[in-house]
């Protein structure tokens, strides 16, 4: 099992990555921590394999968090940075740090999910590598391809409905506003379901984002923009 700690300032939410963390095959959540420094500790006291790190924290920011758990011969784990910061020197301060994806909130579970599933294909490829044999070139190539996600529409979307969705997309990003799954089915022909399937692929490929609309009543509705 990949043993996770999740480490976010709000119990809710907290509650909620750890969760969608269970519900992955080949993970368990170990420990969850909502400050900085207690995210220290429990790296150090539970040796986790990955770590769901959020930025904002009531005492020390996640990049803080990072830069310690990169300097800490005791506890060295990978992390995914899970943040609402869009600010590009938090992004690139992400990637200098090591972070091996950056999930900006709010999420989906597919989201999370295929990040978590790249990390244990990159985790088992590792692990079947011989530690006392040079590393051949495609071996490396092998293991840094499990951190790339593809564009192409995953199995049961197609490429055709695809391009017509992000023209669509696009076209309404292009005049500044979003766009909804209800509209984009509406514009398209094509069900409400197939067509928030179409929106999250282009969410988790990180060509789009999606935001909450909180209403009077009811669940808060998910809005789509191109980037």
């Given at each position: 099992?990949?043993?996770?700690?999740?480490?976010?300032?709000?119990?809710?939410?907290a509650?909620?990555?750890?969760?969608?963390?269970?519900?992955?095959?080949?993970?368990?959540?170990?420990?969850?921590?909502?400050?900085?420094?207690?995210?220290?500790?429990?790296?150090?006291?539970?040796?986790?394999?990955?770590?769901?790190?959020d930025?904002?924290?009531?005492?020390?920011?996640?990049?803080?968090?990072?830069?310690?758990?990169?300097?800490?011969?005791?506890?060295?784990?990978?992390?995914i940075?899970?943040?609402?910061?869009?600010?590009?020197?938090?992004?690139?301060?992400?990637?200098?740090g090591?972070?091996?994806?950056?999930l900006?909130?709010?999420?989906?579970?597919?989201?999370?999910?295929?990040?978590?599933?790249?990390?244990?294909?990159?985790?088992?490829?590792?692990?079947?590598?011989?530690g006392?044999?040079?590393t051949?070139?495609?071996?490396?190539?092998?293991?840094?391809?499990?951190?790339?996600?593809?564009?192409?529409?995953?199995?049961?979307?197609?490429?055709?409905?695809?391009?017509?969705?992000?023209?669509?997309?696009?076209?309404?990003?292009?005049?500044?506003?979003?766009?909804?799954?209800t509209?984009?089915?509406?514009?398209?022909?094509?069900?409400?379901?197939?067509?928030?399937?179409?929106?999250?692929?282009?969410?988790?490929?990180?060509?789009?984002?999606?935001?909450?609309?909180?209403?009077?009543?009811?669940?808060?509705?998910?809005?789509?923009?191109?980037?």
């Amino acid at each position: 099992m990949i043993r996770v700690l999740v480490v976010d300032d709000d119990f809710m939410v907290a509650k909620v990555h750890s969760g969608y963390v269970s519900r992955v095959d080949g993970f368990e959540v170990v420990g969850v921590a909502h400050t900085g420094a207690d995210a220290v500790v429990a790296a150090d006291e539970l040796r986790p394999d990955l770590v769901l790190l959020d930025i904002y924290l009531p005492d020390i920011d996640g990049m803080s968090v990072l830069r310690q758990l990169r300097g800490r011969p005791s506890a060295d784990p990978d992390v995914i940075v899970i943040t609402a910061a869009r600010d590009l020197d938090t992004v690139r301060g992400a990637i200098h740090g090591g972070a091996l994806h950056y999930l900006i909130k709010p999420f989906s579970y597919e989201a999370l999910r295929e990040r978590l599933e790249s990390f244990r294909s990159l985790h088992r490829a590792l692990a079947d590598l011989p530690g006392d044999a040079p590393t051949a070139q495609q071996d490396v190539d092998r293991l840094f391809g499990t951190r790339t996600r593809s564009a192409t529409p995953p199995k049961g979307l197609s490429s055709e409905t695809s391009r017509v969705v992000e023209n669509i997309l696009r076209e309404r990003s292009a005049a500044g506003g979003d766009l909804s799954a209800t509209e984009c089915a509406d514009a398209t022909e094509i069900s409400r379901v197939s067509a928030r399937k179409y929106l999250e692929h282009f969410v988790e490929s990180g060509r789009a984002e999606v935001r909450l609309r909180y209403g009077g009543t009811g669940r808060p509705e998910r809005r789509y923009r191109w980037l």
